[in-house]
């Protein structure tokens, strides 16, 4: 019996529409905010917003690295890079508008099928290196290139996301000093810290990222933090069987610990496995970017912010309609809502045959014995890890929505830590909910 009294309703506020965006279901969520699915009323064409709350910002001592972002993605106009259309602030929030890009990430790709075919695997990483290659000419370097960062559009064509970590020029000794980027993907100058090229070190993520492609794993995987870092100082890394000899030499030579030694970008270029169907993108580059606007977005001028409007909802979870499960299932293919996924993903989706305040009890109580905190606000949860990973702690968004007054689907979303730790988790949490997870043939 749920604790809630029908007569005494609260209700809140919900941002539903910034400027001329209206706001959709949340795409993701990480320790900035989150990302909106979005549509322009104006044109009916989707973009994706990213939403940052300025008093985190500050707090967190982040606004240099906001503004190095927006003048990053300014510069980077590729075909082959996530566009930002424009950059908006409201008296609490900074609104990045980006490219909405439907095929999801790359990772996805790999957590689903495995390893790639080698064609397919080499056109992937010849839009990645053409991109990569553009953003080092710029004076640009992602420094967090993985595959969770790698978009696939509706052609299937790679988009790289997300310069939170970029870098724009290099220090007056020619390299860069802050450690940064991720564990399994990070180049071994950087672990010693003692300065870095970001343009090599950027490659060697590259070849992590083609290794990957077409071994279905990582080369470089350990759960203690120390052993991991000292393969990849190493290069401790074995190719499988079936990677070709052409494509293993090259990957050798990218994953040269020795950053001296390693293969640049033009030799790649030049390198005969790599040109194999090899398409350079051809585009019109923009010149003269401006980007001295960017102080406004922490201004509270009433001349200078974004208007939002709010609905009011009232204490109850968001239904979803036909249109809605169409859109949060793959393509047309409703059974990811209703089975358990497998593979390292950073969001996962179940079916309860429960009401959906039983289902918020039944989830806090299945996460606390597995080391978990737990927050609740109305249908939405926060579970916080107690225990440091590779990329800190493990963070899970949930939010629960009705299909029936009996029946909802939950959706976990992966907010911090690392994504094969989501995927570990994600087996104990169903495990433990077992018995409740509907499925089609279960009897309601």
Known sequence: MSSRKSSCRSFQDRVNR??????????????????HLARDVETGEKRAIKVFHKDRVVKDKMTEQIKREISTMKL????????????MASKTKIYFVLEYVKGGELF????????????????????????VHYCHRKGVYHRDLKLENLLLDEEGNL???????????????????????????????????????????DLWSCGVVLF??????????????????????KADFTCPDWFSSAARRLIIKILEPNP?????IPHILECSWFKKGYKPVNFMELKNVDSSDMDMLFSISSDLIVREQKETLYNKPLVLNAFDIISLSEGLNLSGLFEKEKGGRREMRFTLRYSASEIMDKMEESAKPLGFSVKRHDYKMRLEGSEMGHSGHLSISTEVFEVSP????????????????????????????NGVVWTPETKL
Do not use: W
């Open 76 to 87: 980077v106009r590729h075909p082959n890079v996530v566009h930002l259309f424009e950059v």
């Open 159 to 201: 988009k790289i996301s997300d310069f939170g970590l970029s870098a724009l020029s290099q220090q007056e000794d020619g390299l860069l000093h802050t450690t940064c980027g991720t564990p399994n993907y990070v180049a071994p100058e950087v672990i010693v810290d003692k300065g870095y090229d970001g343009a090599k070190t």
């Open 212 to 233: 990957v492609l077409m071994a279905g794993y990582l080369p470089f995987d350990e759960p203690n933090l120390m052993n991991l870092y000292n393969k990849i100082y």
């Open 406 to 433: 009996s029946l909802s689907v939950v959706e976990m979303k992966k907010a911090g830590g690392d994504t094969h730790e989501f995927d570990k988790f994600y087996e104990n949490y169903s495990a433990a909910l």
């Open 108 to 131: 996805n790709k790999i957590a689903n099928q495995g390893k790639l075919r080698e064609e397919e695997a080499r056109k992937y990483f010849q839009q990645l290196i053409n991109a």
């Open 18 to 35: 910034v400027g001329k965006y209206e706001f959709g279901r949340v795409l993701g969520e990480g320790s900035f905010g989150k990302v």
């Open 260 to 264: 001296n030694n390693r293969v640049t």
